[in-house]
Each structure stands twice: as structure tokens, then as C-alpha cells.
């Protein structure tokens, strides 16, 4: 299938999502986030940092939910639906590059390892074999460590470890590809590699690269949490992680129900929206599906 018909079948592919219940409700929820993240200076009511007082100048500390703190305050008098609201930031620009970098590195390592084999093809998976040996948390605290907590940073070992899935599944994918008739075809006509790769073989796994970034994208997501909750995150962002770490360090997790909540749930509202709408987007690539 040529680039063209494969874009004009995932177009109709997303049109059908208005039929899928499910999945329209994740791509509302998504869009939501979206839209929070776009106009976070306007809708939130103080800034992530800011601490609140009251008539008598006292510090407003562990509020519970009001009409002036919707989702209460933290033991140092700051807003958490606040915080929360600029979180979705950190979560969406973690989540979408990193779903950019892993669609990318992992469609093109995995096609450039299964057209070309040989040595080149040994090369590579025996690069993604020692990545497969590296623990995230550990690997990711460590690196940390030593350059010192950034976000763009944290992004970059997320993507470092997250692409060697797709490569190795669109790897065996272009494995089958490239024996295909027209593969054949346009190789006895004079075609370069680089034009069978990116004009016959890339439009077919396309859907798999499109699979592996929605995962990817909410895998991120609680990677980036899980780092920050850890206290590695970048001390100037506030992320839904660094204000679960919050909680943890003052010693709130079981107290302060309204701190440590809304931060956990929109990290699996967001995941979980994430995973819905492309599981209906799937649907309608592979009907067998719709049975299960």
C-alpha cells in the first residue's frame, strides 16, 4: 500500500472514532488535557510556587478543599489545584516527545535493520540487546546524579530506553516486507534501498510506529512521575510526580488525602485515555480485534 492510501486509510481510521464509544471518550479526556495545558497561566488561580495567607496574614497550610482552593492546599500554603494544572504541561511534553522519539528511532533502526541484515542488522540488535540489559530507574537516577536533575534530560533517557521495542517488532516486521512481490519488483526495476525503505516498506509498518508511541507516550508519562516521585526530578518544574514526592517528604501520604489524590488520578486518567483511544484506533486496523 503506498504512502498515500495508508495516510487516507488512517484519516478514516480516525473518523470512525466518533463510532467507538470508548475511544471518543479517551480523545475528549486528551483533548481536555490539551486544551489545560495550552491556557494553564489562565486557568490556574495562583502560580505552582505561590503560598497563600489569610485576612490575619497566617499561612494558609493543609487546607482542605474550599471555594478559594479547589483541591486545598500543601503544608507550605501553595495551591494545589494550582500545581496540578501546570503539571499536565510536564506530562504532556514529556509523554509527546518522547512518543516522537521513540516512533522515530525505533521505526528506523527496525527498518534499517531488517531490509539491510547482515552485519548491519547484527549491529544494531546486539545495541538494542545491551539496552535491554539496563534497568530504567536505576540507570536513569544514576545519570541524574551525575549531570544533575533536568527534565530535558529525564526525556532523553526515557527515549533512550523506549525505542528498542518498536525497533526489534518492526524489525521482524521489515523482515517479512522486503520478501514481498512488490518489494521484489521494485528492486529488479532499479529502485534505491533508501526509496524501497521509506516508499514501500515505511507506509506498512506505520501502523505498528503509530502503536508503540501511544504506549510509549504513557509509559513516559509514569516514568517521569516515577522519576520525580523518587526526588530526581527538575526542581524548577512542577510535575504530578514532584508534588506526589511532596506529599511524601512532609509526611502527608495518609493525611492529606486532597494533596496526594488529584496528581495520582489525572496520571491515570491521562494513561488510561491515552490507552482507550488507541485501542479503537487499532479496531479499525485489525477487526479481528472487535472480538475480544
Known sequence: MGMRARARSMLAGVRKLSKNRLGLAGSIVIGCFVGVAILAPYLAPYGPMH??????????????????????????????????????????????????????LGTLVGI?????????????????????????????????????????????????????????????????????????????????????????????????????????AGWAIIAEASISFLGFGDPGVMSWGTILNHVFVNGQIGNAWWWSFPPGAMIVLLVLSIFVTFRAYEEEFNPRLRRW
Request: a positive charge.
Open 51 to 104: 503560598k497563600s495567607f489569610n485576612e490575619r496574614g497566617e499561612l494558609e497550610s493543609l487546607q482542605k478543599p474550599s471555594a478559594r482552593h479547589w483541591f486545598g492546599t500543601t503544608m507550605q500554603g501553595r495551591d494545589v489545584f494550582s500545581q496540578v494544572i501546570y503539571g499536565t504541561r510536564v506530562a504532556l511534553l514529556v509523554g509527546i516527545l518522547d512518543a516522537l522519539l521513540t516512533g522515530f
Open 112 to 216: 534499517a535493520a531488517g531490509y539491510s541484515r547482515g552485519r548491519v542488522d547484527d549491529f544494531l540488535m546486539r545495541f538494542v540487546d545491551i539496552l535491554y540489559s539496563i534497568p530504567f530507574e536505576p540507570f536513569a537516577i544514576a545519570v541524574l546524579c551525575i549531570l544533575g536533575p533536568s527534565l530535558w534530560r529525564l526525556i532523553a533517557i526515557i527515549a533512550l530506553l523506549l525505542w528498542r521495542d518498536p525497533a526489534r517488532v518492526i524489525r521482524a516486521q521489515t523482515l517479512t516486507l522486503s520478501q514481498r512481490p512488490y518489494v521484489k519488483s521494485a528492486r529488479a526495476s532499479g529502485a534505491s534501498n533508501l526509496r524501497i525503505m521509506w516508499v514501500h516498506i515505511a507506509p506498512n509498518v506505520l501502523p505498528l510506529t503509530f502503536a508503540y508511541m501511544a504506549l510509549g
